[in-house]
């Protein structure tokens, strides 16, 4: 962004004091006006056409597009008010992206952005609930895409996945900022979820405010496509109150559908491995998940409000007199096949640098290999006799076996090889 756009856009939005303190970003980056980005649209429209725009080229983590697009939610948030809750008194924390275990995770670092609304009780305002969404994607798809050959190598925007989600979290903060919650709100953009739930799983292992004080976890992911669909809730079985609390602020009209299960592939599984109630605000996957036509033009900005609304509403109930009964290990939602391949595990994997293997998170409560006895930390090395060298060849070895195979499992557990048998389910 020049000197002159980034005037235009100050005055436009009242944002003078957002850049001014930044001048490295004026002079190093260069990132699209956001007025002439967002032609007009307000609000969640606006934030969508943003994020979403050719020229931050997908935002994949660590590049400059994601750089472009983390000041961008920055200026949302010092407009709203909200207080930095990074890294040295700033909006960010770095997230190391390289990852063995998640070998296509881009070089470099990427960046969290964090703002905090402090909560209007006295009493309750040093717990806190996280409102988050990720907001890196594919950027040309070069790993990841499911676009045809005709469309290789083009621009991945990630309207619904997840502008969408970021319009959300930012709507919701609007909301909660003109009628405070008892608890204070840690307002989260993540960075390498696609890479495997990077910016997330940093966060919940390099924590900025105490885990302990941490009661909920709200994630925001794919909420673009609510008109004449339905709107799914995962991690409604996380805390015995959810289920209530989830159908009291349901918007009217869509389809609700809870599902139990504190796991999935987005960043609210971090959270809930740190006994952390979790709910994942979804409306489903479409023909243009992951490839270049997850386009604005396609986005439901009034389903994005509403859901924004819900998400304010659940939080504002986290107050006196209303705790959560954290329910661990819920089990997944049955499966009428879906996305799976096949042999299950149940294991949920860490992604952070390991020298060889794939690193447990946690195993899932009831699986096969809790079953077997693995356990959180263990470090698979092989299936069998084959070696695991990485999280691709975990998921390669799985693929080759099929529900009903027994498999000898090795793990590295407190520095020795350990093996158990497991029987592999079916997802």
Same mark, same amino acid.
């Given at each position: 962004? #020049? ?6 856009? *100050? ?5 003078? /004091? ?13 990132? +699209? ?28 983590? =660590? ?12 200026? #949302? ?30 070089? =470099? ?8 609304? !402090? ?18 994607? *594919?950027?040309?798809?070069?790993? /990841?895409?499911?676009? /045809?050959? &005709? ?16 319009? =959300? ?5 609007? *909301? ?15 960075? =390498? ?49 959810? !289920? ?58 009034? /389903?994005? &409000? ?46 952070? +640098? ?5 690193? *447990? ?6 699986? !096969? ?15 069998? &006799? ?42």
């Amino acid at each position: 962004m #020049r000197r002159y756009q980034v005037s235009r856009f *100050l005055i436009a939005s009242g944002l003078t /004091g957002v850049f001014a303190a930044s001048p490295a970003f004026v002079d190093a980056q260069s990132c +699209p006006d956001p007025v002439r980005a967002t032609e007009g649209a307000r609000g969640a429209a606006a934030v969508v056409r943003y994020l979403a725009s050719d020229a931050l080229e997908g935002r994949l983590a =660590g590049s400059p597009g994601e750089r472009c697009a983390a000041d961008f939610i920055v200026a #949302r948030f010092n407009q709203l008010g909200l207080k930095p809750a990074g890294e040295n008194g700033t909006w960010f924390q770095d997230v190391p992206l390289a990852s063995m275990a998640s070998p296509h995770a881009p070089p =470099g670092t990427g960046r969290n952005v964090l703002a905090l609304l !402090p909560g209007s009780d006295p009493a309750l305002r040093d717990e806190i609930v996280i409102i988050g969404a990720h907001y890196d994607h *594919l950027g040309h798809g070069n790993f /990841g895409s499911t676009a /045809g050959p &005709e469309e290789a190598g083009q621009i991945h925007n990630g309207a619904d996945d997840n502008a969408s989600g970021v319009a =959300g979290m930012l709507a919701a903060a609007e *909301l909660l900022v003109k009628n405070k919650p008892a608890r204070s709100v840690l307002f989260m953009a993540f960075t =390498g979820e696609e890479s495997g739930l990077l910016g997330s799983a940093h966060f919940a292992e390099n924590p900025l405010v105490p885990i302990a004080k941490v009661r909920a976890m709200l994630n925001l992911d794919m909420v673009g496509r609510l008109s004449g669909g339905s709107l799914i809730v995962a991690g409604s079985g996380t805390a015995a109150e959810w !289920p209530d609390l989830v159908r009291k602020h349901a918007p009217a009209g869509p389809v609700l559908t809870l599902n139990p299960d504190g796991y999935g592939a987005s960043d609210h599984t971090s959270f809930y491995l740190k006994d952390i109630p979790v709910l994942h605000f979804f409306t489903n996957v479409h023909g243009e998940y992951h490839n270049p036509r997850d386009d604005w033009q396609l986005i439901d900005v009034a /389903g994005i &409000e509403g859901v924004a609304k819900m998400v304010a509403g659940i939080t504002r109930d986290l107050g006196p007199g209303q705790s959560l009964t954290l329910v661990r290990g819920t089990p997944p939602q049955p499966s009428s096949g879906g996305r799976g391949y096949g042999a299950w595990l149940g294991t949920v994997p860490d992604m952070k +640098p390991i020298e060889r293997g794939v690193k *447990l998170m946690g195993v899932r409560e009831g699986s !096969p290999g809790e079953v077997a006895g693995l356990h959180a930390n263990d470090i698979i090395i092989r299936f069998d &006799e084959d070696p695991i060298a990485d999280l691709q060849g975990y998921t390669d070895a799985l693929r080759a076996r099929k529900p009903g195979d027994k498999v000898r499992i090795t793990v590295l557990r407190d520095g020795r090889e350990v093996a158990v048998t497991a029987t592999l389910g079916s997802r």
